[in-house]
């Protein structure tokens, strides 16, 4: 029996960096995104709470906040606080970011990857090598 796959705050990054992207209809993998990046930043989207991003990436509520923290000390997301509640919405830094590391990441985490998606099908921003 295969033990418990270790994540890193890289590949938690990637992932929800490309939950977000898809929460947006955005193909990270898209040729010309960075042309197309200013029409996309303008359209509304409200964000995605901490919760959803929690239960995608099936993280503790500490575990959730370190990456969260991570993130948005990068710029690649910004925090939006609303009375109680908050949306995490990415950056056009943290959309360019998945679009141009998504091939290196799906490299190295290929195996992480793919046991963490292993119950719901890849999704389409990984890239299988080989």
């Known amino acids: 029996m295969a033990g418990k796959s270790y994540k890193d705050m890289n590949l938690y990054s990637c992932i929800v960096l490309n939950l977000l992207a898809s929460a947006m209809g955005i193909d990270p993998q898209q040729k010309d995104l960075k042309d197309k990046l200013d029409r ?7 964000g995605l709470s901490k919760s959803e991003i929690m239960h995608h990436i099936r993280s503790n509520h500490n575990m ?15 925090i939006l606080h609303e009375d109680r509640s ?30 963490h998606y292993r119950y719901l099908g890849l ?8």
């Open 86 to 115: 908050y949306s995490i919405v990415p950056t056009r830094k943290g959309l360019l970011h998945v679009n141009e590391f998504n091939r290196f990441y799906s490299s190295i985490y290929s195996k992480q990857i793919e046991d």
């Open 64 to 78: 959730t906040e370190r990456i969260l923290e991570h993130l948005r000390e990068e710029g690649l997301i910004e």
């Open 123 to 130: 999704p389409s921003w990984y890239i299988k090598n080989g």
């Open 40 to 46: 996309i930043m303008l359209r509304e989207f409200e």
